[in-house]
């Protein structure tokens, strides 16, 4: 396919932005004084006083109330989002390595570290592992959003549209900013219990599991004159659950008596794993003069949670040591992850009428990786069954210095607000060799080696490495008349390790009458590859040909096997992304807003598939040296993608006798092409190995497998004593595709889905709230697999379908406030 030319198109937005903020003539100094409205934002602008429905780009604001009556799972800021914003996508993965503790999530489609994630405006760090055996968000390092504490939280703004222009790398799909609690008195304590109760289908029994125990508290404070201290703690219990079906034992495994006498029993461990949740969070600000505020806040997240991988059969002489594990087994990835932030700035305004922030945030992310139950078959009887497989850091230090002014414009019917701003960023990324026993070469030979689930990392794989990227960025934004608002934003960005980016973005309002207006957005944008794509290694377990399951190795592009084979270093993803759009406002309090998007992205960073066989192996080890290389994957900036959908919301709330009632309904269509695809190197054409640069499976993880729409309905109903909430869920169908080599490609398309939730809650006092609920409660389930798709039974539900494969969760909760 030819190229489409976007970089041409982002490289003028980008200067004629930037030039235009920095050439504005004839500005005077003018007193703005802007009226607080109802769902003030500050994402997406950088001036005070804007709503949602004033934006120039859409904007879903989800109040402290929405939280904290989601009907979701408790304590959980990803499934938050998921039961009401249309266009984030949150899929509960299994056996899927990293991707079991930290699930990434989607906006509009788009990769996860596509998402820029700010708290309090502040840009969150990202986390130390890659997902390399995930479906959605495959090779991706996401933020982690349930590492921040739900009871921290007052409110979330989604900005669903490009902001590269406004806060620099990542924000291509949207930006998610979190906003905390800042009351200074009172509190809230709040305990919940609850666990999954379903049918399950593929075994035929009722099973009751998952049992899930959260408990949050808020403390509001006083400090100083005017100041406040916000403390949140968060306790997170959840047991595992077990949706695997009958194993009808695969056929490249030994067909002995020992191996098929577990016929028809449940040898896998699909579902969700045990995991055990610690969140603390604190935010705080105080005058120190009249004119300066000090300001701080800060996160501690601690988890240990497991995921399970594959089973192991009993008699598997490369696999196994029957005098250790004389009825098989099933490896467990069992991790420890904790999670740090902390941020201090000063802010106030100066005689001159500028105003002023300082800001430094420091951010960290480890991930101990342990795998349990496990061995390392080349070492035989003398195998330990739990390694250290490695430990891996992400640590992100960011400056930044903003300063904003109104002046007067001749022409303007109103002040036009100028910002501008510094940010500086560093970002280290360290791993450790884990254990010997979990890659050395034992003396058993046939026998593979390292652990079985992933190999150790090695002395000579660690690295240590960091980047600077240093940026100014300019932005205006004026309502030029009572009616038309415009906005251009320019930004600048110099990364140490690929170079420069420099992108603009133009918005838009105009307003026909109070009850209607139109809305548009273009601007370019851009996303750095992470320190994980361009420097982790590892290695996990995969399908191999013919779907059998077999070490692959995760490698960055200067490993010299990926060399050997052809990779490149990895450069920017460039976006140009559009918007447009109208809302509609009545004063019978109906609201809807209707928005179309397109975003275009250049040089997409996506993992190889599987590159193996048999020529592969003897090409390797003749060139190199190393022998019994199976399969092998690296990342590479092989295609271009265009993302088009529209985003519908529609609000209204009445009054009846004694109550209100609020209905809503928003919609989300989405769908991504892949218009160019680079051709495999030489090399790997010279090797017959296929199209495998960018196959037939990642062509499937960025077009098919999210859902392509997603409809959420909404009724709330309250009273002085009581608060019921009800929504209907529709996921659209998704689409799985496997490569499993010699032309074996399988493919399934599951229907869409609906799921139920519900939410009943009575307030017994002013000061104690009872409620009682359920998420899914019509116990549904997505399609069945197919035979050529659910490995031979063990998994009879994939993981695509945000319905998820858990069934029905029922739950009861108490909240105190005081």
Known sequence: MERIPHSIDRSILGLAATGLCLSLPGIAIAASDVEALKEVVVVGTRFAGHSADESMAP???????DIEQSATLPGEVGATLQSLVPSFNLPRQSNSDFADLVRPAQLRGLSPDQTLVLINGKRRH?????????KLGKGTSPVDLNSIPVGAIKRIEVLRDGAGAQYGSDAIAGVINIVLKDAAEGGEASISLGQNMTDFQPTGRSIEDGETIFVTTNLGLSVGKGGFLNLTAEYRDRNQTLRSGPDQIPFFEEQTPLNLALFGTQTHKAGDGPMEDINLMYNSAVDISDAVEFYSFGSYS???????????YPDSPTRNVPSIFPNGYVPVLDATVDDFSLAA????????????DLSAVYGSNNFDHDITNSLNASLGAASPTSFNIEELKLTQWDLRFDMTRAFDVGGFA?????AWGLEYRNEAYKTTAGD?????????????????????????ETVDVDRNAASIYVDLESNVTDRLSLGIAGRFEDYSDFGNSTNGKFSARYEFSPALAIRGTVGTGFRAPSLTQSFFKGSTTSFGTGGQLEQVLNLPTDDPIALLLGA????????????????????AGFHLTVDYYRVDIDDRITLSERIGGQAVTDFIDASLGIPNVLGVRFFTNAVDTETKGYDIVAEYGFDLPASKLSV????????????????????????????????????????TAAPDDKLILTGHWTSDRWSILGRATRYGETKRVFNFGDGFEPEQIYGAEWGVDLDVEFRVSKALRVAVGGNNILDNYPDLSSSDINYFGNLPYDVLSPITFNGAFYYMRGTYTF
């Open 126 to 134: 990202g986390t130390a592992t890659l997902t390399t055996e995930s």
């Open 436 to 460: 010997p026993e979990s890659y050395v070469a034992g003396p058993v030979v046939g026998a593979e080696i390292g652990t079985q689930a992933g190999s150790g990392l090695q002395p000579g």
């Open 302 to 312: 601690h988890r240990q949670g497991e995921g399970a991988n594959f089973f192991r």
């Open 568 to 587: 490149q270093d990895l450069k920017a993803e460039e976006s140009v992304s559009y918007n447009l759009g109208f809302v509609v406002r009545t004063d």
């Open 345 to 356: 700035g000063a802010r106030g305004s100066l005689a001159s009428d500028w105003t002023w």
């Open 664 to 703: 809503s309904a928003a919609y989300n269509n989405s769908e991504t092409d892949v218009v160019h695809v680079d051709p495999n190197p030489p090399v790997l054409d010279s090797l017959g190995v296929g199209t495998v640069l960018f196959g037939v499976e990642e062509q499937n993880t960025l077009e």
């Open 414 to 418: 109103n002040p036009l607000n100028f």
């Open 59 to 65: 904007i879903d604001v989800i109040a402290t109330g």
